[in-house]
C-alpha cells in the first residue's frame, strides 16, 4: 500500500480494504500474466484462479486506479444500443447471445457480490433511463417495447412517477430497469481482488509492465521489476493503454467523465431518489446522478475537472444543476471532484481481441464497464481453461484502428467543455 492522492470518493469511502503483495518475480512459468488491476484483469484472474490455472496479475499503479476505481457506479444492463441495433450490428449468432449475457450481466456481478460477500454497498433497486426531452422519452418507450417484448423486467415511467422516483419534474419519463443497480465501484473492485487472490491467484501493484515478446511456447513479460515467463497473456488495460502493445491505445476514442460529491445529506435531500436508483439521461452529452449509503449525491458528466471540488467551472456546473433539479436543496458544497478516461468504440460495442498467439486483450467498453469487465473476464479465462471461442459472447477479432481517434478526442473534450460552461450559467 503506498500513500496517495485518492483517484475517487470511491478510493476512500470503499469498505474493501486494498490489497496486492509486494511482487516477487515468478520463478515458474505462469498459465497467465494479466496486465492491469481492473475489473477486466480482476474477473480473468478470479475465474482462471477457480479453473486450477496460475495467474498473476500486474498494475502499474494501484486495483482500480482505472476507470474501475472512478466510475458512478451503475451496474447496467445490456449496452448502448437497444436491443434491435445489437441484433443488426451481431447478426443471427451473436446478436442474441450477446443480448442474453448482457440482459443478465448485472445478475453475474451481484451473485458475485453476494458469494464473495464483497462489501460495495449493493443496491438491486435498479437505474433510471431518464428522458431529457420529449424525444428522450420516444425512444425510451421503444426501448421499453422491445426489452418487454424479451421478458425483460422494465418499467416504463411517466413523467409523473419519474418525478417521484428522483425527486424532481425535470425529466420527462423514464426507464426503469429492475436488472440494474448501484454499487461503490472501488469496493467491487478490491473485493474482486480479495476472491481473486482467495482463488489462488497473485496480484501485485505498482509494478509496470514495458515490454511483451512471444519465444517459443511462451511470452516473456518484461516488468520494471524483473522478467518472468507466461503462457498466456490478458491486457485488461482499456482507456488506460499505454505504449506496451504496438497500435493498441488506437482501437478507440479516449473520452473523459467527471464527477463531484456532496458530503452525506440529511433530511434536506430526502425527497432525492428516495429509492436509490442510480439516473442517467437520454441527452447527447450524458448527466448522471446516483446517491450513496452514506447519503452524499453524486453528480457527473462528460468532460473533466476543470477547476477544483470548491471552486471553477465544474463546481459551477455540479451547483447549477442541482439547483434547477432540487431548488428545495438549499446552497451545497463539494467534498469530492474527480474524472476518469473512457475508451469509445465507433459502433459502441466492446471488443475481444486475440492480438497475437495466447495474447488476449476485451476493451473499448464505452463506459459499461462494470457488466463488460466481469462478463469478458470470465470468459476469456474460460478460454484460457479450453472453452470454444465459438462460445463467447462476441467474436475474437483481430485488431484495427480507428483513424480518427485523436481528432475525435479533441473535439469532444472540446463539446464537453463548452457543454459545462453553457450549464454552468
Ligand atoms: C468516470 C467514469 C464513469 C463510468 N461510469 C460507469 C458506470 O456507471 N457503469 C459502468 O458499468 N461503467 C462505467 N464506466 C466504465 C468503466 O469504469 C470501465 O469500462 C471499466 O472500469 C474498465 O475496466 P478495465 O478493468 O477494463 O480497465 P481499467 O479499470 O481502466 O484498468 C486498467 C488498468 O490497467 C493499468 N495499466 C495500464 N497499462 C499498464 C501496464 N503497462 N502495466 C501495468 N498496468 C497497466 C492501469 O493502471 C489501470 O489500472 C465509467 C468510466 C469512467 C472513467
Not at 482500480?64 to 450490428?89: D, E, F, I, Q, T
Request: overall charge positive; hydrophobic content about 40%; charged content about 20%.
Amino acid at each position: 500500500m503506498t500513500t496517495r492522492a485518492p483517484v475517487s470518493l470511491w478510493d476512500v469511502s470503499s469498505a474493501e480494504a486494498e490489497s496486492g503483495a509486494a511482487f516477487e518475480v515468478p520463478s515458474d512459468t505462469a498459465d497467465v500474466a494479466i496486465v492491469g488491476g481492473g475489473f477486466t484483469g480482476l474477473s480473468t484472474a478470479l475465474f482462471a484462479g477457480q479453473a486450477g490455472l496460475s495467474a498473476q496479475v500486474l498494475e502499474a499503479k494501484r486495483i482500480g486506479y482505472g476507470g474501475s476505481g472512478r466510475n458512478v457506479g451503475l451496474v447496467n444492463a445490456g449496452v448502448w444500443h437497444p436491443p434491435a441495433k445489437v441484433r443488426a450490428a451481431l447478426g443471427k449468432t451473436y446478436g442474441p447471445r450477446f443480448l442474453k449475457t448482457f440482459g443478465d450481466g448485472p445478475g453475474l456481478v451481484f451473485d458475485l457480490i453476494e458469494k464473495h460477500q464483497i462489501r460495495c454497498e449493493p443496491t438491486k433497486t435498479g437505474t433510471i433511463h431518464a428522458a431529457h426531452a420529449p424525444s428522450g422519452y420516444a425512444d425510451l418507450k421503444s426501448r421499453h417495447a422491445e426489452w418487454d417484448r424479451m421478458g425483460a423486467p422494465v418499467e416504463l415511467l411517466p413523467r409523473a412517477e419519474v418525478a417521484e422516483k428522483i425527486g424532481t419534474d425535470a425529466f420527462f419519463g423514464g426507464l426503469l430497469d429492475h436488472r440494474a443497480g448501484t454499487i461503490n465501484p472501488m469496493g467491487y473492485c478490491r473485493g474482486l481482488a480479495r476472491a481473486a487472490e482467495a482463488a489462488g491467484a497473485r496480484i501485485s501493484t505498482g509494478v509496470l509492465v514495458t515490454k511483451l515478446r512471444r519465444t517459443g511456447e511462451v511470452w516473456q513479460v518484461k516488468t520494471d521489476r524483473g522478467t518472468f515467463t507466461a503462457r498466456n497473456v490478458v491486457l485488461g488495460t482499456n482507456a488506460y493503454t499505454d505504449a506496451l502493445w504496438p497500435r493498441l491505445s488506437r482501437v478507440f476514442t479516449p473520452i473523459s467523465y467527471f464527477q463531484l460529491s456532496t458530503p452525506p445529506l440529511g433530511e434536506e435531500a430526502a425527497h432525492i431518489l428516495p429509492g436509490k436508483q442510480g439516473v442517467w439521461d437520454t441527452g447527447p452529452i450524458m448527466f448522471s446522478l446516483r446517491r450513496d449509503a452514506e447519503g452524499r449525491l453524486i453528480i457527473g458528466s462528460m468532460g473533466t475537472v476543470i477547476g477544483t471540488k470548491s471552486a471553477g467551472l465544474s463546481e459551477r456546473w455540479a451547483r447549477r444543476q442541482l439547483r434547477r433539479l432540487f431548488p428545495r436543496l438549499g446552497p451545497v458544497t463539494f467534498e469530492d471532484a474527480w474524472h476518469g478516461r473512457i475508451a469509445m468504440t465507433p459502433d459502441h460495442l466492446p471488443r475481444v481481441c486475440l492480438l497475437n498467439e495466447g495474447l488476449y486483450t476485451a476493451i473499448g467498453y464505452n463506459g459499461r464497464g462494470i457488466t463488460t469487465g466481469t462478463i469478458f473476464g470470465k470468459a476469456i479465462a474460460g478460454l484460457l481453461a479450453g472453452d470454444d471461442p465459438k462460445g463467447l459472447p462476441l467474436p475474437v477479432e483481430e485488431l484495427s484502428e480507428v483513424r480518427s481517434a485523436p481528432i475525435m478526442s479533441r473535439l469532444y473534450q472540446a463539446a464537453f467543455t463548452t457543454n459545462q460552461f453553457l450549464k454552468s450559467l
